[in-house]
């Protein structure tokens, strides 16, 4: 597989996305989310199928970069109670987001109910924890649980174990942060069959250890890495899937159509 390096020109004084969505929240209410992606560093761990790189730096912006990029993208969303900070990595990586425009950021955010932001298993530490109880908002972290299938974990090159996964998240837990998971609905080395099956078994390994809220993401191609024999997820499966999630009744499970035709 052949590593392909183009990314997107971005402004690193600007987010490179701004915009507002409906999510189904936690209470059962269907409410407005405001969602910021910050231009910053690219994530160190470099997951195989992950494709947010495309839309990052090579570099560290200053400080104070990320927080003018939070309060630019303020001032042109509307009123919501929610809002998703999403660097394309993890929150708490200093070298993404420095600390100090971590609280500058909660400062300017102290009037939503809830914030959502991302993190590897492997940054869910004491820089967190202070965070959430420095925090005004409800944090609820996601993280990327992606398959519980251990030989298609390694091949995704995550950096983490299961038990990494199920530590961080009782972590989080322990310190009243909410936690969401995104996992995978099939990997490029298994069968749409096959990743139906890791998927739903993933759903049961996250909703037992007290993930609330999940998110199937299709298999998607990645610039950087060349599969010849890809094929995109269907949506019967997609769908398949997340209504699987959903009759467990143990929390809300999306399934993500970003850039679905
Ligand atoms: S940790 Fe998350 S953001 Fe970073 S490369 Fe892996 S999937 Fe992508």
New binding site residues.
Partial sequence: MARLTVKNTLDEQKAYGVFSEPELTRSGVVEDHNIILTTNKE?P???TM?D?WQNTLDYRVEKGAITKQVRDALDQLPAAKHIKIYN???FFDRQSIPKQDTFDIANMISHYETLIV?S?PKFVSTPCFEFAQYLEPQLEVAM?LETVNEEALRQLE?NMTLDDFKQATESLLAHDIYVRAFILLQTPWQSEEEGIHWAKESIDFAQSIGVECLTIIPLRPNPRIELPDFTPSSKEALEEVVAYGQTKKKGRVFGDTWDAA
Avoid: P, Q, R, V
């Fill in positions: 994530c761990f470099k997951c992950c947010l394309a990595g993890n991302e590897h990327g995550k």
